[in-house]
Nanobody, 127 residues
């Protein structure tokens, strides 16, 4: 497994922006797709975004399309989630995760296909 540490969460007003970072260590970061998920109180964990191991392909939940972008820097073993035009409904704990399969040709959005998780970072958007 890989060790993941998220950072960048915080409190922001609606319409604002945050950039989350996720630093990885422990295995060859560049061989794995990476994903971001979030979980709000009383709700199930949901997919937010993912990026393929070569950063060629990205995928986003409908609720964040056009507002969030995902990127990765394989030289720094880091994946980013840029969140713009934030809404109160984006409030949640955000987790990054590493795909359990190496060199997967596509990207996946189901949480059980990721086998390494960070501790999460809180994002709170006030109205």
């Amino acid at each position: 497994q890989v060790q993941l540490v998220e950072s960048g969460g915080g409190l922001v007003q609606a319409g604002g922006s945050l950039r989350l970072s996720c630093a990885a260590s422990g295995r060859t970061f560049s061989n794995y797709a990476m994903g971001w998920f979030r979980q709000a109180p009383g709700k199930e964990r949901e997919f937010v975004a993912a990026i393929s191991w070569r950063a060629v392909t990205t995928s986003f939940a409908d609720s964040v399309k056009g507002r969030f972008t995902i990127s990765r820097d394989n030289a720094k073993n880091t994946v980013y989630l840029q969140m713009n035009s934030l809404k109160p409904e984006d409030t949640a704990v955000y987790y990054c995760a590493a795909d359990r399969q190496t060199l997967r040709p596509d990207i996946v959005s189901s949480w059980f296909q990721y086998d390494s998780w960070g501790q999460g970072t809180q994002v709170t958007v006030s109205s």
